[in-house]
């Protein structure tokens, strides 16, 4: 099997897995998801009132055309456009139980992590419906899509909108060329100390999707601590910097030893949509596809990159 047919398999496998999230309707308009927790999340009727917490949840809504009944989001929830008519709550990393609570909603959407776990049981104990949720791969998107259809009984909505995003996926996995090997690239989350991201990261699967290899793709977890030394090793012909932020960083003597950043080869990130789980990964592997094209036509010194200048 080549790689894009490999892609395209894994993206539509999404489509199956994705389907088999338990979710039932009772009888009086009552609603029940099991959610990322593995609590039953149960709703005498469907959600009207709902403060989402996480980007990628309130771009699925907003998108569903559910925006008038998203009450309250993060800081961070910035995308479609609409977005910004909805009240923020400040952040979700622990969110202001308090504020949120003051939006009277019938559920709030959390991101299932040990940080948020205190603030899910203050809300249970209002009696306002949690719904704990990951969306940390593409296959998470859909996925909560179809729990937030459920419980918003909007499920032919969100289900268009994960079937929509499935085929875009799809469309961009193919779209790479299948000539040459995989450029080995460096998926850098922070330079000082050197963090990478690995396998479990979302931004590798993008690297892969787009026809790159993650220089650290062998790592399971999303990200890990590594020497100097193991990334000169493995001699990426590419640098991916996580943090645009972080660019200066690379211009110090001890990271001249690696050849990509020495050449220049660094690329930093123009959209959000590179950086986290959402409706607008396609278009980051497009994007990721046709800079790895331009650093297989192209050396460092005709574009006159530097560790500081993102590839255009």
Known sequence: MTGSALGLALVLGITFTACRAEHTRAAGGAVAAVDDS?????????????????????????????????????????????????PS???????????????RPDLVVLYRTAATGPAARQLATLGIAVAQLRTDRLADIPRAARILGTLSGASEALDSVANAFQRSLAEAATGRSEAGPRPTV??????DPAVVLGA??????????????????????????????????????????????????????????????????VLTPLEPALTRAGLRAPQAVRQLRRRLAELARSDAAALNFSPSKALP
């Open 200 to 265: 479990g990261a979302f931004m590798s699967e993008l690297l892969e999707l787009a026809g790159g290899h993650n220089a650290f793709g062998d790592v399971p977890s999303a990200s890990a601590p590594v020497s100097l030394e193991a990334i000169v090793a493995r001699d990426p012909v590419a640098v991916f910097l996580a943090d645009r932020n972080a660019g200066p960083l690379l211009a110090r003597p001890e990271w001249q030893a690696l050849p990509a950043v020495r050449t220049g080869r």
């Open 186 to 191: 460096l998926l850098l989350a922070w330079p």
């Open 89 to 103: 709550v400040g952040g979700g990393f622990p969110p202001n139980v308090e504020t949120v609570a003051a939006r």
């Open 38 to 86: 593995g609590d039953t999340v149960r709703l005498r009727a469907p959600a009207r009132r709902i403060v989402s917490l996480i980007p990628t949840t309130t771009e699925l809504l907003v998108s569903a055309g559910l925006a008038g009944r998203v009450v309250g989001r993060t800081e961070w929830c910035d995308w479609p456009a609409a977005v910004s008519s909805i």
